[in-house]
C-alpha cells in the first residue's frame, strides 16, 4: 500500500517555501503523492474546515519544479465550482510542467454559501461535476465539438495535450459520490473511514463498475506517541481491508515534516 500526504494549507502565515520544502520531504521518504486541498472562497476563515489559502494547482506547478518523482494532486478540487476549460487548461500544463505526474483529485463541494459567494449553482453540481468529468477526458484528447447539459462546443483545439492519462480521482463516501467513481474515475478517495467503512464502500464500488478504481482514503495525526500508534493501526487496517493508498494529514506545517518522518518509520516497522 502507498503513502501519500495531504500538505498543511489551512494558514495564511505558511510561507509558500515551507509547502515545497514539505513536498520535497515526502518524496525523500518515499510517499507516492503529494496533495493539497481546495476552497475558493469560504464563508469562514481558512483553517481545519476549509484548506486551501493557496491555489492549488498553482501551487503544485511550483512543487513540480522543485520535485521529482513524486505524484502531485488536488484532494479535492471543488469541480462545479471553476470554469471546466481552465481546469483542463491548467491540469494539462501541470502534467507537462511535471513530467507526467498530474493527478486531479475533484469533488461536488459541500457549502452552499460558499457557491453563492462565487455564483456557481449549488443544486445542479452533482450532475455538473459528471458532465465536467467527461469534458475534461474530451479535452485532454485535444477537444472538437462536445454536446452535454452544461456546456456546447461546436469548434475548439485544446492544447497542450497531456503526454499520458491524468489520472482522475473522485472523492467522498455519499453514495453519489460512489456511483461517480465507479462510473467516471481512475482513483477513489474516501475520508473519515474505518477499516469496515472502508470495505464496504470497496465492495459497492466493485459492485457498480466492471473495473475497480485504486482506492484510498484519509487519515489525520498532529503528533502523541498514542495517536501515532493508534493511527499507524489503522493504516494497516485499512490496508488490510483493501486500500491501495492512505493519504495522512499531518497538521499544521510547524513539525509536520517530523510527523511525516515518525509516521513513515512507524509503518514500516
Not at 90 to 113: F, I, K, M, N, Y
Not at 142 to 167: K, Q, S
Not at 219 to 242: C, N, S, Y
Amino acid at each position: 500500500m502507498d503513502l501519500e500526504v495531504v500538505l498543511p494549507d489551512e494558514s495564511p502565515d505558511v510561507a509558500p517555501h515551507t509547502v515545497v520544502e514539505l513536498a520535497q520531504e515526502a518524496e525523500r521518504l518515499g510517499y507516492r503523492t503529494a496533495y493539497l486541498p481546495d476552497h475558493l472562497l469560504p464563508p469562514a476563515p481558512y483553517g481545519d474546515t476549509y484548506g486551501g489559502v493557496y491555489e492549488p494547482l498553482v501551487t503544485l506547478a511550483h512543487v513540480a519544479a522543485r520535485t521529482s518523482t513524486i505524484r502531485l494532486g488536488t484532494s479535492v478540487l471543488v469541480l462545479p465550482m471553476r470554469n471546466p476549460f481552465v481546469v483542463a487548461k491548467q491540469v494539462a500544463t501541470l502534467e507537462r510542467l511535471s513530467g507526467g505526474r498530474a493527478v486531479l483529485g475533484v469533488g461536488v463541494g459541500w457549502d452552499r454559501a460558499e457557491f453563492a459567494a462565487v455564483g456557481a449553482e449549488f443544486a445542479t453540481r452533482g450532475a455538473r461535476t459528471d458532465e465536467d468529468i467527461a469534458l475534461l477526458r474530451h479535452l485532454f484528447r485535444g477537444g472538437g465539438p462536445f454536446h452535454g447539459r452544461f456546456h456546447h462546443v461546436e469548434r475548439g483545439v485544446f492544447a497542450p495535450v497531456p503526454t499520458r492519462p491524468v489520472p482522475i480521482m473522485v472523492g467522498g463516501t455519499s453514495e453519489a459520490a460512489l456511483r461517480r467513481a465507479a462510473a467516471l474515475a481512475d482513483e477513489w478517495q474516501g475520508v473519515g473511514l474505518d477499516a469496515a467503512g472502508f470495505a464496504r464502500c470497496a465492495a459497492r464500488l466493485r459492485a457498480e463498475s466492471q473495473r475497480t478504481p485504486r482506492l484510498g482514503t484519509r487519515l489525520a495525526w498532529r503528533g502523541g506517541t498514542a495517536e501515532l500508534e493508534r493511527t499507524v493501526r489503522e493504516a494497516h487496517a485499512l490496508a488490510a481491508a483493501g486500500a491501495d493508498a492512505v493519504a495522512v494529514w499531518f497538521g499544521p506545517a510547524d513539525g509536520a515534516a517530523d510527523r511525516m518522518a515518525r509516521f513513515a518509520a512507524a509503518f514500516s516497522a
